[in-house]
């Protein structure tokens, strides 16, 4: 039997699939997996799963463009190899990147920064970028997030570790990855007053994700396929788009093809 190969890749998640939560996206990769005759690993047990982790998870109506997961295989594959047998079989929206092997010794990937961007209407730039200097100035930001039955209290800027607005418009801050409780982006965004532009159909995009280890893979640019209308499918989409949409699609792409 060979040895056992770990291989860490990056992956993207956009589109209508950014609708898909974490939880889909396990199960979807499994069938993935198995469709295209990856020799993944499985966990032990009455119910054995593929052996894979994930560096951070991926909150629902937010992309993803450098998203993090090892995969633990049963028998050596060339990366290249394998990206190319999991882009063939993956719906559009999900973009396998890079992969390299790492030693089997290498722990699960663990996220300590999270890097977002949000794209400013032209005309909310001068407010936009009067909020982000007024907010990282701050010494305190105290936030509150309401929950169904619970209450929770925190210094917002003391997990944003950095942000500005570029001259391209768009709005960039890193977080914080905490195991004690993260601060999520768009607390960031409403605390800029700045809600209403997701809300309007506005798409939060996670660029990259930092991991404990520093060791980054190659950054490389994602070959986004333009729309009908030659727009990127990373630009905004009418605020009447549901999760539904990403539900139909794993259904009909993954649940609704054997495997």
């Known amino acids: 039997m060979s040895a056992r190969v770990k291989i860490r890749l990056r992956f993207a998640k956009h589109g209508r699939l950014r609708w898909i939560g974490h939880h889909d996206v396990l199960r979807c990769l499994e069938r993935l997996l198995r ?4 020799p993944i690993a499985q966990t032990q047990g009455y119910n ?28 050596d594959m060339d990366p290249d190899r394998l990206l190319e047998s999991l882009g063939r079989h993956s719906p559009e929206g ?10 089997q010794s290498t722990p699960p990937p663990e996220a300590i920064e999270a890097r977002y961007s949000l794209a400013i209407a032209l005309e909310r730039r001068p407010a936009a ?15 509150t997030r309401n929950r169904p039955g619970r209450e929770r209290s925190f210094d917002l800027r003391a997990r944003v570790i950095e ?7 768009t709005l960039r801050f890193a977080l914080k990855v905490e195991r004690d409780g993260s601060a999520r982006p768009e ?18 995009v996670r660029e990259d994700v930092v991991l404990k280890d520093r060791s980054p ?33 794993v259904q009909s792409v993954f649940i609704g093809q054997s495997t």
Do not use: C, N, Y
Not at 51 to 73: C, M, N, P, T, Y
Not at 95 to 103: G, S
Not at 163 to 169: P, R, T, V, W
């Open 35 to 38: 469709r295209a005759r990856i």
């Open 163 to 169: 942000g500005d607005l570029d001259e391209s418009g």
């Open 187 to 204: 607390e960031v965004v409403e605390a800029l007053g700045l809600t209403d532009l997701t809300q309007g159909g506005g798409r939060l």
């Open 217 to 249: 893979l190659s950054p490389a640019p994602l070959a986004v396929a333009p729309t009908d209308h030659g727009e990127p499918s990373f630009a905004a989409e009418p605020s009447h788009v549901a999760s539904e949409a990403g539900l139909e699609l």
């Open 129 to 143: 970028r009067l909020a982000i200097t007024q907010f990282l100035a701050a010494e305190t930001w105290p936030f």
């Open 94 to 103: 999900l973009d396998w990147l890079e992969a390299k092997v790492i030693p």
């Open 48 to 75: 054995p799963h593929p052996r894979l982790s994930f560096a951070l998870a991926l909150a629902l109506g937010i992309e993803g463009r450098r998203e993090v997961v090892d995969f633990d295989l049963d028998q």
